[in-house]
T-cell receptor, first 112, second 109 residues
Framework: EPEVTQTPSHQVTQMGQEVILRCVPI?????FYWYRQILGQKVEFLVS????????KSEIFDDQFSVERPDGSNFTLKIRSTKLEDSAMYFC??????????FGPGTRLTVT | KNEVEQSPQNLTAQEGEFITINCSYS?????LHWLQQHPGGGIVSLFM???GKKKHGRLIATINIQEKHSSLHITASHPRDSAVYIC???????????FGTGTRLTIIP
């Protein structure tokens, strides 16, 4: 069964450093999403991406965040200058259309 | 702004019991999703429904659009069903998910 993969599974970084989280979507999917979950809290929407552009972003997704699909396969989330409050589990999800979303296993980001 | 409320927040039951988790939302939606989050953190989609009822194995999901309410039922519960169950909704023309806070289910052997 096709699945969404994410790398790394765990990233530890120092405050102020840049991080790139990577996601490999299911091959025929066209809609991509990033969500995050701070420990003990609910999952929150960050950004949706379709047709090589952002279709919607949340208030959390400020200028420190960016997304791209550089090579037509990987879908990346970049945080330019990490803050302590960016520590969370980041989930990539993909969908083939207005259908159920398939989630990757997540990347646990720890900012120290 | 749509709010998604789940109840109960925590549920502990004996193996074999019938489980019900409830979800309510405040505005019209295109679909409601039930998700399972394992202790390791991974999220799996269980159901996506916009009307009626769906069944998969021992899991049943129902939705009442007029009452803006959905339920997830587990029959003959088993310790391996222990997980966090999350309700999420999506909207017409914008399929981002808005999540509830989840229900932590623990099934005791």
């Amino acid at each position: 069964e096709p699945e969404v993969t994410q790398t790394p599974s765990h990233q530890v970084t120092q405050m102020g450093q840049e991080v790139i989280l990577r996601c490999v979507p299911i091959s025929n999917h066209l809609y991509f999403y990033w969500y995050r979950q701070i420990l003990g809290q609910k999952v929150e929407f960050l950004v949706s991406f379709y047709n090589n552009e952002i279709s919607e972003k949340s208030e959390i997704f400020d200028d420190q965040f960016s997304v791209e699909r550089p090579d037509g396969s990987n879908f990346t989330l970049k945080i330019r200058s990490t803050k302590l409050e960016d520590s969370a589990m980041y989930f990539c999800a993909t969908a083939g259309g207005y259908y159920e979303q398939y989630f990757g296993p997540g990347t646990r980001l720890t900012v120290t | 702004k749509n709010e998604v409320e789940q109840s109960p927040q925590n549920l502990t039951a004996q193996e074999g019991e019938f489980i019900t988790i409830n979800c309510s939302y405040s505005v019209g939606i295109s679909a409601l999703h039930w998700l399972q989050q394992h202790p390791g953190g991974g999220i799996v989609s269980l159901f996506m429904l916009s009307s009626g009822k769906k069944k998969h194995g021992r899991l049943i999901a129902t939705i009442n659009i007029q009452e803006k309410h959905s339920s997830l039922h587990i029959t003959a519960s088993h310790p391996r069903d222990s997980a966090v169950y999350i309700c999420a909704v999506s909207f017409f023309g914008n399929e981002k998910l808005t999540f509830g806070t989840g229900t932590r289910l623990t099934i005791i052997p």
